[in-house]
Each structure stands twice: as structure tokens, then as C-alpha cells.
Nanobody, 125 residues
Framework: QVQLVESGGGSVQAGGSLRLSCAAS????????MGWFRQAPGKEREFVGG????????YYEPSVKGRFTISKDIAKNILYLQMNTLKPEDTAVYYC??????????????????WGQGTQITVSS
């Protein structure tokens, strides 16, 4: 069973930055894309962005494009989410996930196979 562990969550004031990490427990599972999702209280889980694992293609939801950057370190088997210019509406639990299909790059949660436990981000105004 592949395990994904997020870290780097916390509280920050509006305009600040945070970087999340997502470490995978294995390398040998089928992985074409990885993504970040978030879920705010009382709302459905929403896609933040995704990255091709063996390529450079990325995709971001419009609400975070230009503020958030997804990157990866294949040698360390870690996915990152750099979040800049944070806004109170970015407050949510953030999850990383892996997809065995490149279709996952575009945010369908049903394309994702493994999920992390989530990490809380709180942005105060």
C-alpha cells in the first residue's frame, strides 16, 4: 500500500508563503501524475493543480495560477506545493494524491489512486 505523507502546513497571514511537501513511501507504483487538492470547511474537495511525474507539464486551477507552483524532486520522491501571496480563501486542508493516468493532470479526483492524510493551511486576514 502506497503511503503519501504531507508536511509543511500551518498558519500564516494573508500575503505570506508556505511550502508543502508530499513524500511517497514507494517508487515502484504506477504514477503518471501527481496532484494537490484542498477542502475547506463545508465545501467539496477541489483540485489545485497537477504535474506530470516523468515530464514537465503542469496544470493549475485559475484561482491559484500565478501564486502557487507545483514541483517535484524525483530523486527524493517528493512532491512540493509552493504557495505565495496566500489569501484567507486558501484556508483548507490540502491533500496530495497520485494518479496512474495523465488524465489526472486535469483534476478529476476519480483518476487518483492514492491520497495523503491532509495538512491544514490557515490564512488569516
Amino acid at each position: 500500500q502506497v503511503q503519501l505523507v504531507e508536511s509543511g502546513g500551518g498558519s500564516v497571514q494573508a500575503g505570506g508563503s508556505l511550502r508543502l511537501s508530499c513524500a511517497a513511501s514507494e517508487r515502484t507504483f504506477s504514477r503518471e501524475a501527481m496532484g494537490w487538492f484542498r477542502q475547506a470547511p463545508g465545501k467539496e474537495r477541489e483540485f489545485v493543480g497537477g504535474i506530470m511525474w516523468r515530464g514537465e507539464l503542469t496544470y493549475y486551477e485559475p484561482s491559484v495560477k500565478g501564486r502557487f507552483t507545483i514541483s517535484k524532486d524525483i530523486a527524493k520522491n517528493i512532491l512540493y506545493l509552493q504557495m505565495n501571496t496566500l489569501k484567507p480563501e486558501d484556508t483548507a486542508v490540502y491533500y496530495c494524491a497520485t494518479s496512474s493516468s495523465l488524465r489526472g493532470l486535469y483534476g478529476n479526483p476519480y483518476e487518483y489512486d492514492y491520497w495523503g492524510q491532509g495538512t491544514q493551511i490557515t490564512v488569516s486576514s
